[in-house]
């Protein structure tokens, strides 16, 4: 299973240094408003929901449901069956189905199942909500990941909506857009490697945008900010002058973790102050 705990800074990093990564968007010039968001359809999916308790009581008792990792679309449960033996399973939405995933029919429903066991159903496109299990008994959690997806095949199906479950559901990284522009100028490109990611490229430098959940006990510590009347930080390398990352606490998560938004900028013009504009502009909107 994919874990995707790591600290801020490595985290926007690691985002920095995947440009060639899936989901490439053409440039466009001027107005990059009207690219579209590929991840539309899936912004306001409830990823716990789809592990439903009642769908999964004849495999087991649902307990531990909580999101994995940063991502709120990402959410694991453990299921316990009636001979005490317990599964981890995992619902992640924005997974994209490799192009040599087989083909699976979950009672009537389409899937394909890749190299790694996940069961996908498409949403759009090859991208859709997966479902994988934990475990190193790798034949063993083939057969279990196909299991429960087949148990919860109504919700893959229908996925459950949800866009006020957090901060982050229902919600582009990338808008307002025509706001955020204004920190690297003319927009030649904008892309959503994933669905909590957001990556523009301006005439004057560019913009990462982040939504993630922070565990308290890892977060990354900078000099404090108020933005929007939320607490926030500012950081910076010393030896990286030209970049800068602001981050803002939304609000308090499960798990001693918070709900936050980060804005780095890369730019040889003051990026700090453009890092915090682009924080106050996005905050403006939502």
């Keep these: 299973m994919r874990n995707r705990l790591h600290t801020v800074i490595v985290a926007l990093l690691l985002?920095?240094?995947?440009?060639?990564?899936?989901?490439?968007?053409?440039?466009?010039?001027?107005?990059?408003?009207?690219?579209?968001?590929?991840?539309?359809?899936m912004r306001s999916i409830d990823a716990c929901a789809i592990l439903d308790e009642t769908a999964l009581a004849p495999l087991g008792k649902v307990s531990d449901k909580q999101f994995a990792g940063a991502s709120v679309h990402s959410c694991v449960a453990t299921i316990t069956a009636p001979d005490s033996v317990r599964t981890t399973a995992r619902a992640f939405v924005g997974e994209r189905a490799a192009p040599d995933a087989k083909q699976l029919d979950l009672a009537g429903v389409p899937a394909?199942?890749?190299?790694?066991?996940?069961?996908?159903?498409?949403v759009a496109g090859d991208d859709g909500i997966s479902i994988s299990v934990g475990g190193y008994e790798f034949e063993k959690q083939c057969e279990q990941a196909q299991r429960i997806a087949t148990a919860v095949r109504a919700q893959l199906k229908t996925p459950p909506q949800n866009p006020y479950s957090t901060p982050f559901h229902g919600r582009d990284p990338c808008q307002p857009v025509d706001r955020l522009a204004h920190e690297i100028g003319t927009v030649k490109s904008l892309r959503r490697p994933t669905i909590i990611n957001c990556e523009m490229t301006g005439s004057s430098g560019s913009l990462l945008?982040?939504?993630?959940?922070i565990n308290v006990t890892s977060h990354q510590h900078g000099e404090p900010l108020t933005i929007a009347g939320k607490e926030g930080m500012r950081h910076q390398e010393p030896d990286q002058q030209?970049?800068?990352?602001?981050?803002?606490?939304?609000?308090?998560?499960?798990?001693?973790?918070?709900?936050?938004?980060?804005?780095?900028?890369?730019?040889?013009?003051?990026?700090?102050g453009k890092a915090t504009n682009a924080a106050n502009e996005s905050a403006t909107e939502g």
């Excluded at 945008?209 to 959940?213: N, R």
């Design 242 to 272: 030209n970049r800068c990352m602001v981050m803002v606490r939304l609000r308090d998560a499960p798990q001693d973790s918070y709900y936050s938004t980060q804005y780095e900028v890369s730019s040889t013009s003051d990026p700090c």
């Design 112 to 122: 394909v199942q890749d190299s790694s066991c996940a069961v996908t159903v498409k």
């Design 15 to 41: 985002i920095a240094g995947c440009s060639s990564s899936d989901h490439n968007q053409p440039e466009t010039s001027g107005n990059a408003a009207a690219t579209p968001d590929e991840w539309a359809s």
């Design 209 to 213: 945008i982040s939504q993630e959940i």
